[in-house]
């Protein structure tokens, strides 16, 4: 049996020393649940960001986009159903004042009404977790605007919209990637659950008599989608919301959850939403969100399958899964991110072996020329053996060696980052090359 070589505290270390993501505000104290995406962070976050994007609209041609305001009328918040429902119930310990969700406490606790810390708790009080603010100089209740708690009903308010303009016909999605807003109570594993965070939610609009289906296909869709992004399998499964955890708004969900180093989590939600999100804006707002099917002349409220994923959260799910240690020599130990190439910060690095003889100035040629196709970065520092260790931490699937023989013949060497092999290419093959490579990209069985 092989030890798991991820834990919470190295990830979060290479995160902020390799510029991964950082501490909110750190010359301050920094503040609880809330993180900054650095030079590399921010291009890994676009980059899960953009392959979702390519998976839910250029790959699907019934799905189309959609970027809302993340500040929307307020009856949007009471249709929904969040002005009444999107609550925690809360205790504090009357102590320290340290507040805790009921549900997150043993039964011991909840029994016996003491806090972890072993102090009385006090009585249990419901929380809404949406955040408030003002719109305009007046505070009164009229002026009261939230920050969205998901994307998704920015969705549903421009289902007309979105019928009228584009050319969709049942069945068809929209898909939305955008920040939401949280007040929960966070304190602990980094960023897998913060106040302020991103989702990537989409909408699958259905004939009610189809939303079985749908929501099975969708089921199955999510968890493959996961897998081309080279997730081990065995780190992913499905589980049911029984009865009890439904949201309010759902006949069936199941999560997709993943194996962090703390433990099975969720990851995404599928929810089969039924009719109930236009069905309580069209009473809310008055308009007539039906739909009506130009073929059959049949009129109905379309039923809504839901599949909903953290984007920050599937940042710090790809960082677990794609960490590891590898012995590559008598107690030698790479530190290795086998990060997907579509999703890597870095796609390809160019390494002159030395920098005379005219090496560095082909190598500056040959990363310029990648440039437009590929994220690339230009090294010179130090041993060759240490600059491949610098990418392979931060996940770079190709290095691309300039060296004396492509002086004569104009051929380099490019390395496999999860394999360390190395091939002698053209300078001529090398963009087709990865981009082959990158098309083809199986991560391999650990
Ligand atoms: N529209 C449905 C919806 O929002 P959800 O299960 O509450 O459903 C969907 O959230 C996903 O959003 C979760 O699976 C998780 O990945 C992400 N998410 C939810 N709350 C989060 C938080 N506080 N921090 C980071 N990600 C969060």
């Known amino acids: 049996m092989t030890t798991d070589?991820?834990?919470?505290?190295?990830?979060?270390?290479?995160?902020?020393?390799?510029?991964?993501?950082?501490?909110?505000?750190?010359?301050?104290?920094?503040?609880?649940?809330?993180?900054?995406?650095?030079?590399?962070?921010?291009?890994?976050?676009?980059?899960?960001?953009?392959?979702?994007?390519?998976?839910?609209?250029?790959?699907?041609?019934?799905?189309?986009?959609?970027?809302?305001?993340?500040?929307?009328?307020?009856?949007?918040w009471k249709a929904s159903g969040h002005v009444d429902n999107f609550a925690d119930l809360m205790v504090e310990d009357t102590v320290t004042n340290e507040r805790y969700r009921w549900d997150h406490l043993t039964e011991e606790q909840r029994?016996?009404?003491?806090?972890?810390?072993?102090?009385?708790?006090?009585?249990?009080?419901?929380?809404?977790?949406?955040?408030?603010?003002?719109?305009?100089?007046?505070?009164?209740?009229?002026?009261?605007?939230?920050?969205?708690?998901?994307?998704?009903?920015?969705?549903?308010?421009?289902?007309?919209?979105?019928?009228?303009?584009?050319?969709?016909?049942?069945?068809?999605?929209?898909?939305?990637?955008?920040?939401?807003?949280?007040?929960?109570?966070?304190?602990?594993?980094?960023?897998?659950?913060?106040?302020?965070?991103?989702?990537?939610?989409?909408?699958?609009?259905?004939?009610?008599?189809?939303?079985?289906?749908w929501f099975s296909t969708w089921k199955a869709a999510r968890m493959e989608y996961y897998e081309s992004l080279g997730i081990r399998p065995e780190r992913l499964r499905f589980t049911e919301h029984g009865p009890d955890e439904l949201a309010h708004?759902?006949?069936?969900?199941?999560?997709?959850?993943?194996?962090?180093?703390?433990?099975?989590?969720?990851?995404?939600?599928?929810?089969?939403?039924?009719?109930y999100d236009l069905s309580r804006h069209g009473e809310f707002s008055g308009k007539d969100l039906t739909y009506l099917d130009d073929q059959s002349r049949e009129r109905f409220i379309p039923y809504i399958i839901e599949t909903s994923a953290g984007l920050t959260r599937s940042v710090l799910m790809v960082l677990c899964d794609a960490y590891d240690e590898e012995?590559?020599?008598?107690?030698?130990?790479?530190?290795?991110?086998?990060?997907?190439?579509?999703?890597?910060?870095?796609?390809?690095?160019?390494?002159?072996?030395?920098?005379?003889?005219?090496?560095?100035?082909?190598?500056?040629?040959?990363e310029r020329e990648l440039r437009d196709d590929y994220a690339t970065f230009y090294d010179q520092g130090g041993a060759i053996g240490r600059r491949y260790r610098r990418q392979d931490e931060i996940g770079t699937p190709y290095c691309v060696t300039i060296d004396y023989e492509t002086m004569e013949k104009d051929t380099v060497t490019i390395r496999y980052r999860d394999s360390m092999e190395q091939e002698r290419i053209a300078v001529a093959d090398l963009a087709n090359h990865v981009r082959s490579s990158i098309k083809s990209y199986k991560r391999a069985a650990l």
Request: glycine residues 6%; without cysteine; charged residues 25%.
């Open 5 to 76: 070589p991820r834990t919470m505290d190295k990830i979060v270390s290479l995160s902020k020393r390799r510029g991964f993501i950082y501490p909110s505000s750190e010359i301050y104290g920094g503040l609880a649940s809330a993180w900054d995406y650095g030079p590399l962070g921010v291009e890994l976050k676009n980059r899960v960001a953009r392959f979702w994007w390519r998976e839910m609209t250029q790959l699907h041609d019934n799905i189309v986009g959609l970027d809302a305001s993340i500040l929307m009328h307020p009856t949007v």
């Open 111 to 213: 029994e016996a009404k003491t806090s972890p810390n072993g102090n009385p708790l006090s009585e249990p009080r419901v929380f809404n977790l949406m955040f408030s603010t003002h719109l305009g100089p007046v505070q009164d209740s009229s002026s009261t605007v939230y920050l969205r708690p998901e994307t998704a009903q920015g969705i549903y308010v421009n289902f007309k919209n979105v019928v009228q303009t584009s050319r969709v016909k049942i069945p068809f999605g929209i898909a939305q990637i955008g920040k939401a807003f949280r007040n929960e109570i966070v304190t602990k594993n980094f960023i897998f659950r913060t106040v302020e965070f991103e989702q990537m939610e989409m909408q699958y609009f259905v004939h009610p008599s189809e939303d079985e289906k």
């Open 249 to 275: 708004y759902a006949k069936t969900a199941y999560d997709i959850e993943y194996e962090f180093p703390f433990g099975w989590q969720e990851l995404e939600g599928i929810h089969n939403r039924t009719d």
């Open 327 to 366: 012995e590559v020599g008598e107690g030698d130990v790479r530190t290795v991110l086998h990060l997907h190439p579509r999703i890597a910060p870095v796609t390809v690095a160019v390494l002159p072996l030395v920098k005379k003889d005219g090496l560095a100035e082909r190598a500056r040629e040959i």
